[in-house]
């Protein structure tokens, strides 16, 4: 599967007049952070009823909104256990008309998106491997030349996620990943369709398999970092720990000893 060169970010030089008064620090606080959660797992692992729990319990009861490119999947589980959301159907996966979709739920102040699944704006029919594949035309064939015009969609719809003023969950689906080990094909696990480490712009990042177990792949969250749970309830087992952290104050700074 093609992958997207790694992005290059270019910091802007500094000026040299050796005015520093624009660079101020201040203490650190996660002061209106809000989550970023990323679930991948084959189908029929509960992606997509985990990331409802999680969604509800994040939104603490209040209605949340789904961005679903999985043909309704979300929607059978509309009104079980309390879990209520407003659902928007895509059939077509410009990650472009992904961003204005979280635009359009920011509008509507929904404290949660849930985005079932992520993989179609990767691989899906406008997808971002789609706006790679005609890009080319213009470079003469190049595929390569095309992430010309893939590299700043993609990164886009990653930044349109990050800045979403609510807190917002990303299913995605994974496959097996296999190595050539002295001439022998070895499985080494699972990665998501989408592309490569994306899963390392969320807070936390989760993996789940067809047992319906979850195990926590990175977090930023020290209450779930490397937790493995069985069939998870994902509003008390994931939401309920990321608001404790999310909320809680900084530690107060200790009392400079006395000379």
């Known amino acids: 599967m093609n992958q997207l060169p790694p992005p290059t ?15 101020t620090f201040r203490p650190a606080s996660k002061a209106g952070r809000k989550a ?15 990331g409802l729990g999680i969604a509800h319990g994040l939104s603490e009861g209040r209605k949340f909104a789904v961005i679903d490119t999985e043909k309704g999947a979300a929607s059978l589980y509309a ?13 077509r996966y410009d990650p472009r008309d992904l961003a204005r979709a979280l635009d359009a ?31 080319k035309s213009k470079y003469g064939g190049n595929k390569f030349a095309g992430w010309k015009d893939g590299t700043p969609i993609q990164n886009d719809m990653v930044a349109a996620i990050l800045a979403y003023p609510g807190h917002v969950v990303a299913s ?18 699972t990665r ?4 490569k480490g994306i899963e390392y712009e969320f807070d936390v990042a989760v993996a789940m398999d067809i047992d319906n177990q979850l195990e926590v792949l990175k977090s930023r969250c020290p209450g779930l970092n490397r ?16 608001l404790t952290w999310l909320n809680a ?7 400079p000893e006395q000379k």
């Open 9 to 23: 970010r270019t910091a802007p030089r500094a000026e040299q007049n050796g005015d520093s008064g624009q660079f």
């Open 36 to 50: 970023r959660l990323s679930i991948q797992g084959m189908s029929g692992s509960g992606k997509t009823w985990t």
């Open 79 to 91: 009104g079980h256990r309390g879990i209520q959301f407003d659902t928007l159907p895509m059939d």
């Open 105 to 135: 739920a920011a509008q509507a102040g929904y404290p949660t998106v849930f985005v079932d699944s992520l993989s179609h704006f990767w691989t899906g029919a406008d997808g971002t491997l789609d706006q790679v594949d005609r890009a």
């Open 172 to 189: 995605m689906r994974s496959y097996t990943e296999w190595v050539l080990d002295g001439g022998k094909p070895q499985r080494v696990g």
């Open 192 to 195: 998501p369709e989408q592309r």
């Open 227 to 242: 937790k493995v749970i069985k069939r998870p309830n994902g509003a008390r087992d994931i939401a309920a720990p990321l």
């Open 249 to 255: 104050e900084p530690d107060a700074q200790p009392e």
